[in-house]
Nanobody
């Protein structure tokens, strides 16, 4: 079994910054891709950013320049630094990972962490 645990969400003022973390726990994990998605009320879940094990990064076009994704392969952890936050960034942010474990490849999701941007 694999578990993804997000942390770092909360309430922040417009223009502020938040750092999210997601750690994958389990034995002998090899994670090919880790990423962040978000879902705002009444909207579909959308990709925020993803990063491969080798460091190739994809961002949503509208978020380039404000959000930064990174990962620590030794800790199986992915981070998302969010700057210049806007009220429209308010959403539940979900961690996603494509995982190899014991010869199996599966996709996992975290429970999500709420980020609320409000004055």
């Amino acid at each position: 079994q694999v578990q993804l645990v997000e942390s770092g969400g909360g309430l922040v003022q417009p223009g502020g910054s938040v750092r999210l973390s997601c750690a994958a726990s389990g034995s002998l994990l090899i994670i090919s891709v880790m990423g962040w998605y978000r879902q705002a009320p009444g909207k579909q879940r959308e990709l925020v950013a993803s990063i491969t094990r080798g460091g190739t990064i994809d961002y949503a076009d509208s978020l380039k320049g404000r959000f930064t994704i990174s990962r620590d392969n030794t800790k199986n952890t992915v981070y998302l630094n969010m700057n210049s936050l806007k009220t429209e960034d308010t959403a539940v942010y979900y961690c996603n990972a494509d995982v190899y474990q014991y010869g199996a490849r599966r996709e996992y999701w975290g429970q999500g962490t709420q980020v609320s941007v409000s004055s």
